[in-house]
């Protein structure tokens, strides 16, 4: 898997990624050991074919997914194969996220209990003021911070029928994570409580669900 990468501005990869049919073919493809082409994705997740290449489209032009031409059988068009976009085709630096967590956590230091959560939470609230995210459900403002921190965000069956559960696939300071969660990690969960202050949702992070895998389960208003 790779890091999601951050497209040509926030607020594309929010419109690419608010369609749950959208985040499923980024799941598949994030989890695919070779090229897919359209046939493979309408078949693996019952979408038309029109329908596949309309959501490809639209997540092609937010630089999340890259397209390859292939020859096929016979003589005709070169046939599209695709898969998620490389962390070295971002237009942002690659050290986007890493200087934001370091920021936070300088504002962290020396403030005694709770100040890791109170840093991500001003984090979170500053990301909840930008355009991206000033409308939309909680569940859309969630992948599009996700992916802005870094993260590879997916889907996945909540606990409970109430409750939402978005995969975060490939944190990229999980190295530190594991060594510091009760700093890395509570930024984190203040983030997500500052981002989703406005909406009423509230958000559990869930860290290290799997050896590289955590995630946030989303109780929405």
Known sequence: MTEMPRGVDAQRVHHALAVPSRRRLMTLLREADRLLGVDDMAAATGLSVAT?????????????????????????RPRLRYAAARPDLREEP????????????????GGGPGASRKAGLDWGRRLAGTEAAQSGPAAERL?????????????????DPGTRRVL????PYRELARARPEVVCAVHQGVLDGLLESTGSTVRLLPFIGPELCAADLRSV
């Open 168 to 171: 975060l696939h490939e944190c």
């Open 52 to 76: 596949v290449r309309h959501h490809l489209a639209t997540l092609t032009e937010a630089g999340l997914i890259t397209a390859t031409a292939s020859a096929g059988p016979g003589r005709g």
């Open 94 to 109: 690659a050290d986007a996220p890493f200087r934001e967590l370091a920021q936070a956590l300088a504002e962290a230091v």
């Open 143 to 159: 992948f599009a911070a996700a992916a802005r921190m870094g993260f590879a965000p997916g889907d996945a069956p909540g606990p």
